[in-house]
């Protein structure tokens, strides 16, 4: 991992990894929703375009939160998964989560997302 | 507060509203070194431009994060202070410091920022 540090504060060195209105969005899917599959992140009800999903599938793989292996012996498509680092970040969305349901309105969490949080 | 959901996940609202590399930052200084000047702000070692600083605090007091007095009497000068539902991101900051602590090499709390952690 290659990376300029703003300061060696920890809240800003983390922003820079995961700060950004996508990227947490992509491990929550994974994290509660079980997803693995390009198609799988793309159905999401915020609409993530294709760029910018491959983007950050391939930036949480060079900042070792995500791994990906081939989906079947002979195939090319890929199933992306968390790593322990990657897993590591749930306090961190449920924080985030328990904010939301409580400061923004008309926020809720999916019924087949409960168990996970 | 005017805003578009992309959806009623609670984490995507809130990286609607704190999902950038600044905001939060902003927040942290307020929270943990009690800054509450503009010219404080532009002191913190990741070295936020003006612009930003400014659209930033703007934001935060839209969104009922920030609100602002005059510094005195006589000043057309601005304090700016965490409201509670400001300070109720508490969690969602030390969530994140303590990924980053253990996850980022070379990160670390200022001398001055332990107690309030």
């Known amino acids: 991992m290659s990376q ?3 300061s060696p504060c920890p809240i800003a060195c ?3 990894l995961i700060g950004d209105r996508w990227t947490l969005l992509v491990i929550r899917d994974m994290m509660f929703f079980g997803k693995q599959r390009f198609e799988e992140f793309l159905e999401s009800p915020e609409g993530i ?3 910018i999903l ?3 599938l391939k930036s949480l793989e060079e900042m070792g939160l995500v791994e990906k292996q081939p989906y079947s012996n002979h195939s090319r498509r890929m199933n992306y ?3 322990e680092r990657g897993k590591s970040l749930r306090p961190v969305l449920k924080a985030i989560a328990v904010w939301g349901l409580k400061h923004i309105p ?3 969490i999916p019924d087949d997302e409960q168990s996970g949080v």
Chains 1, 2 share one sequence.
Do not use: G, I, P
Request: charged fraction near 30%; glycine fraction near 0%.
């Open 14 to 16: 983390s922003l820079d």
């Open 106 to 108: 008309e926020t809720k």
């Open 54 to 56: 491959a983007n950050r």
């Open 81 to 83: 998964q968390l790593t």
């Open 4 to 6: 300029s540090h703003r």
């Open 49 to 51: 375009s294709t760029n």
